[in-house]
């Protein structure tokens, strides 16, 4: 099957849209186990079903045309211009539609989108989150500050046309950024966030909170580390990077009533409170979260005598640093489950690790990104004396 978008020469997100998607999945196959072949061998890299419109975030750029039109869509590869954008292939078709709406309404309420140069008007993002499993719907609108003319009847009139969503946000970014949300936010409707189930546990999403964007992947990924890991139950389990505790709930489910317990690491308070009430809310007691670096963390785990059978890290796309690596293997765990959404960043890692005493035992991609080259892969290291 061929894909067609009308966007593609211009937006530049989808570069493997040429090619269908079996050839796809053979690509990513190829490049991933050239790259990783060092270390050991790569099984597999498991497609989807149904590999388009898996995006459940969708952020749109809103800015006016050269005949000042308002359009909204992304920002072209390498570039500040924005490409008008009205249905993707790969993002959320209700999320698409909500867009649609919001562009439509902005010259009745009088409204102006924001303009970069001269950092006049008001409507800059819009950024809507969905929940596969739920449904729910969160819109989150990212404005240049407090000040919105007929912002209740704006809502009311958004909530007549799409009664299917949950909650509004409004965010304010009021500076001169490339970060799309800001540090202030206002909840206009519902409840502030949204509630998506994934691996059967369910977890509070919040405007700010990282959550993978193809949920019918991502519960393969962290099924299949989770078998990686091998959990008979009693362990001490670390999740670094743990974000808003996706991975280590997961893992805590697996052992509760074993007598085993889980270390939840995160840097970003935001994350660590929605991680807390995620744990709270699943009946998760053998779960404890932290706001730290967990390089930091584990290093003083390991001064003090502690030790953990397993950690889970899940870096950013930059990977981990050899610092990081550095108290990992201070800690000394028996094995090590890498997730990694960057394949570069991921080989350099591994050697990392091997030069610190551990060898790659399993690899497994998982493609979360559709028609991009992006691609997921779990690694299952152990220590090499065990």
Known sequence: MKYNCPYDKKCGGCNLLSHDYAEQLKIKKEALAKLLAPYGKLTEVIGMDEPLHYRNKVHAVFTTDRKGNIISGVYEEGTHKVVAVDNCLIENEKADAIIATIRKFLPSFKLKVYDEDRRTGLFRHVLIRTAHSTGQIMVVLVLSSTMFPSKNNFVKALLKEHPEITTIVMNINDKRTSMVLGDREQTLY????IEDVLCGNTFRISPKSFYQINSVQTEILYNKAIEFAGLTGNETVIDAYCGIGTIGITAAAHMANKGGSVIGVELNPAAV??????AKR???DNIRFYCDDAGKFMTKMAASGQRADVVFMDPPRSGSDEAFLSCVAKLAPKKIVYISCGPDTLAR????????????????????????NHVETVVLLQRKDM
């Not at 409170?273 to 995620?278: F, H, L, Q, S, W």
């Open 273 to 278: 409170k929605d991680a807390i009430a995620n």
């Open 349 to 372: 890692d591994l050697g990392v690790l091997k030069k610190k005493g551990y060898r790659v035992e399993k690899m497994v991609g998982v493609d979360l990104f559709p028609m991009t």
């Open 190 to 193: 519902g409840k502030g966030y």
């Open 282 to 284: 699943n009946n998760m």
